[in-house]
């Protein structure tokens, strides 16, 4: 079909409400990107699907498509051999495994349930298809998914739990840190008390450890002034 039969049937606005529906930014992508098909079987094929999953939509009034984000920047990453990804990039590509066992879950368990299966239509084929096709281009791996869990927060932070060597340099930075804000904090309070803050603490500006002085402290104690 040409430019001019689209717009003659406003295709682009049709194809616009329908992507206001779409539970996510891929798919509003993918709707917009649709044709009208011309083959009359692909045609029927299609109204087929469209069927089938309207109504296993209706038939399930709390269900909802769980949330897909845009992982392909980082999937083709990592496609390249040494390829290395960001935290965020690794809570992108969790939340996809989620959505496509969630999904997995949901049509497998639908195709199982003995009066969702109302054979073969017309064609000889079966109800359940649509569903089992859309099944079959699912991923699911329980184990990376797990392990991406262990790895990254929802914020893309790397967890203590991504290795035992991470957890113990973490480990032993913090425990640096306290002996450090102890030594200070000893510091302190062997100053005079006309230098000395009241209630002032430790504090770390532009990567050193600093504490708070009155101004006329600054030449009795010396260093380097932040702020």
């Not at 096709?133 to 184990?143: F, K, N, Q, R, T």
């Not at 009241?198 to 009795?220: A, K």
Request: no cysteine; charged share 30%.
């Amino acid at each position: 079909m040409n430019a001019h039969g689209l717009t003659v049937l406003d295709l682009q606005r049709a194809l616009d409400r329908v992507a206001g529906r779409a539970a996510s930014p891929l798919g509003r992508e993918a709707v917009r990107t649709l044709r009208p098909l011309t083959d009359v079987e692909a045609v029927a094929r299609e109204l087929r699907r469209v069927g089938t999953v309207m109504e296993f939509a209706e038939s399930r009034p709390g269900w909802g498509m769980p949330a897909v984000p845009d992982a392909r920047e980082a999937l083709d990453r990592i496609r390249i051999e040494g390829g290395v990804l960001e935290g965020i990039e690794l809570h992108r590509i969790h939340l996809l495994l989620a959505a496509s066992r969630v999904l997995f879950e949901s049509i497998g368990s639908s195709a199982a349930r003995p009066e969702d299966q109302s054979g073969p239509d017309a064609d000889g084929e079966s109800a359940d298809a649509p569903l089992l096709d859309i099944a079959s281009v699912l991923w699911v791996s329980a184990d990376l998914e797990a392990e991406i869990a262990r790895t990254v927060d929802d914020q893309g932070e790397f967890l203590d739990t991504a290795s035992r060597d991470l957890k113990r340099i973490r480990s032993g930075i913090r425990s640096a840190h306290g002996r450090i804000v102890r030594a200070l904090e000893g510091y302190i309070g062997t100053l005079p008390q006309r230098f000395v803050v009241e209630d002032g603490s430790v504090t770390i500006r532009e990567g050193r450890y600093v504490i708070p002085l009155r101004r006329e402290g600054r030449g009795h104690v010396g260093g380097v002034v932040h702020d």
